[in-house]
């Protein structure tokens, strides 16, 4: 079920999601291998980097309604709890400061690489 999910959530992608996948497959280089609508345990994470143990969530504006809240909460509650570390981003923030998401998931990454 999570596999035909992240499946169809590959082939419809949003504009911030497929803007984000641009740069983070070219991650390799860094020594980061991404993954995109990767299933985890239950869910299906927007981006996650296994050797790392990050997952990187775009969000549109649902997100911010209480529905949306509650299930973004025990979603990275589960998360946490198996060992990931989560980042969200609103699509805005994508599509508007892309260099800027980019610089701080590359700090983020690097401080893992570090410690």
């Not at 070219?26 to 869910?43: I, W």
Request: with cysteine; charged share 30%; aromatic share 10%.
């Amino acid at each position: 079920m999570a596999d035909e999910r992240a499946r169809h959530l590959r082939r419809n992608q949003t504009e911030a999601e497929r803007r984000l996948w641009l740069y983070l497959k070219d991650m390799k280089r860094e020594g980061f291998h991404f993954r995109r609508q990767c299933p985890v345990g239950p869910y299906v994470a927007d981006f996650l980097c296994y050797s790392a143990r990050i997952i990187i969530e775009v969000d549109g504006g649902q997100h911010g309604m209480d529905a949306g809240i509650a299930h973004d909460r025990r979603r990275d509650e589960w998360f946490v709890e198996n060992g990931y570390r989560v980042l969200r981003y609103w699509n805005n923030d994508v599509l508007g400061n892309t260099e800027g998401v980019m610089e701080t998931i590359l700090s983020i990454l690097n401080e893992g690489k570090r410690s």
